[in-house]
T-cell receptor, first 113, second 113 residues
Framework: AQKITQTQPGMFVQEKEAVTLDCTYD???????LFWYKQPSSGEMIFLIY??????QNATEGRYSLNFQKARKSANLVISASQLGDSAMYFC??????????FGAGTTVTVRA | EAGVAQSPRYKIIEKRQSVAFWCNPI?????LYWYQQILGQGPKLLIQ????????DSQLPKDRFSAERLKGVDSTLKIQPAKLEDSAVYLC???????????FGQGTRLTVV
């Protein structure tokens, strides 16, 4: 069975610093997609970044980058130059070979001025 | 481009009553998801449609929950009868294809008293 694990329930980061959010997964499927979403206190779910299991290079989108280590089955999100508006819940999600989009438990990030 | 539309935004009902939620996905999106998100947790996939067919409903409590997607466009999720533990935000999402990013609606916050 596939499983997504986010072990950090909450993190604090100083404004303008970088923060890394951990995500590990367990699957035997060779084909899968990795996603990160942001959920501010207002509740909407915002797509941030995507990485396919066959992609050779790590995905980047502006201040977001995905540190994909396939052999270790990890897909950590790095947010560079944190801003106060980055304070939110962050979810790692995966679409496995059977196409279900499943989410981890999430990590709360609080950016301090 | 219009986003995923959900209604109502909020609903309060008594236990044992029934309730229905509506979702209109982004035009042209074949995949539609319903998630249940309990406060402080990650979204839990209830059901996934591909066009008007069900891809996965393994976590849908079928004795009380039902969902349909007639004509492969909009969808309704029904709970009958509701229990206190059904209090949650119900999120609808759609994606162009499976294994591509999903776009979420604002959600329906259900409170069962």
């Amino acid at each position: 069975a596939q499983k997504i694990t986010q072990t950090q329930p909450g993190m604090f980061v100083q404004e303008k610093e970088a923060v890394t959010l951990d995500c590990t997964y367990d699957t035997s499927d060779p084909s899968y997609g990795l996603f990160w979403y942001k959920q501010p206190s207002s509740g909407e779910m915002i797509f941030l970044i995507y990485q396919g299991s066959y992609d050779q290079q790590n995905a980047t989108e502006g201040r977001y980058s995905l540190n994909f280590q396939k052999a270790r089955k990890s897909a950590n999100l790095v947010i560079s130059a944190s801003q106060l508006g980055d304070s939110a819940m962050y979810f790692c999600a995966m679409s496995f070979n059977d196409y279900k989009l499943s989410f981890g438990a999430g990590t709360t990030v609080t950016v301090r001025a | 481009e219009a986003g995923v539309a959900q209604s109502p935004r909020y609903k309060i009902i008594e236990k044992r009553q029934s309730v229905a939620f509506w979702c209109n996905p982004i035009s042209g999106h074949a995949t539609l998801y319903w998630y249940q998100q309990i406060l402080g947790q990650g979204p839990k996939l209830l059901i996934q449609f591909q066009n008007n067919g069900v891809v996965d409903d393994s976590q849908l409590p079928k004795d009380r929950f039902s969902a349909e997607r007639l004509k492969g466009v909009d969808s309704t999720l029904k709970i009958q009868p509701a229990k206190l533990e059904d209090s949650a935000v119900y999120l609808c999402a759609s994606s162009l294809l499976t294994n591509t990013e999903a776009f979420f609606g604002q959600g329906t916050r259900l409170t069962v008293v």
